[in-house]
Nanobody, 129 residues
Framework: EVQLQASGGGEVQAGGSLRLSCTAS????????IGWFRQIPGKEREGVSCMTTVNGNTYYGDSVKGRFTMSSDNAKNAAYLQMDNLKPEDTAVYFC??????????????????????WGQGTLVTVSS
């Protein structure tokens, strides 16, 4: 059974940093795509970032480019989201996802919500002014 668990959320002042973790089991983590999505209160769920674990290629949504960074430790079946210069509008529940990667002359991930295969429980991030 595929299991995903996001952790590391909390409360932080605007301009601060948090590091989220996604621990996984039940699939070939070292050749997969891991994603981060967030649910902002009153808004649609938004794709934040994704990466392909086999080569470390990453993709970021426009709202977080230059502030958030993904990484992974494949030996630990874990992915991370380093969030810097946090803003109040980053307040959301953050979800970890897992999907088979796409192959188009390379290995890629996607932030299309309907193509995410499995979802974790989520962790709450609150950014105050």
């Amino acid at each position: 059974e595929v299991q995903l668990q996001a952790s590391g959320g909390g409360e932080v002042q605007a301009g601060g940093s948090l590091r989220l973790s996604c621990t996984a089991s039940g699939f070939a983590f070292d050749n997969y795509a891991i994603g981060w999505f967030r649910q902002i209160p009153g808004k649609e769920r938004e794709g934040v970032s994704c990466m392909t674990t086999v080569n470390g290629n990453t993709y970021y949504g426009d709202s977080v480019k230059g502030r958030f960074t993904m990484s992974s430790d494949n030996a630990k079946n874990a992915a991370y989201l380093q969030m810097d210069n946090l803003k109040p509008e980053d307040t959301a529940v953050y979800f970890c996802t897992a999907s088979p990667p796409f192959y188009y002359g390379g290995v890629y991930c996607t932030l299309k919500e309907h193509l995410q295969k499995d979802w974790g429980q989520g962790t709450l991030v609150t950014v105050s002014s």
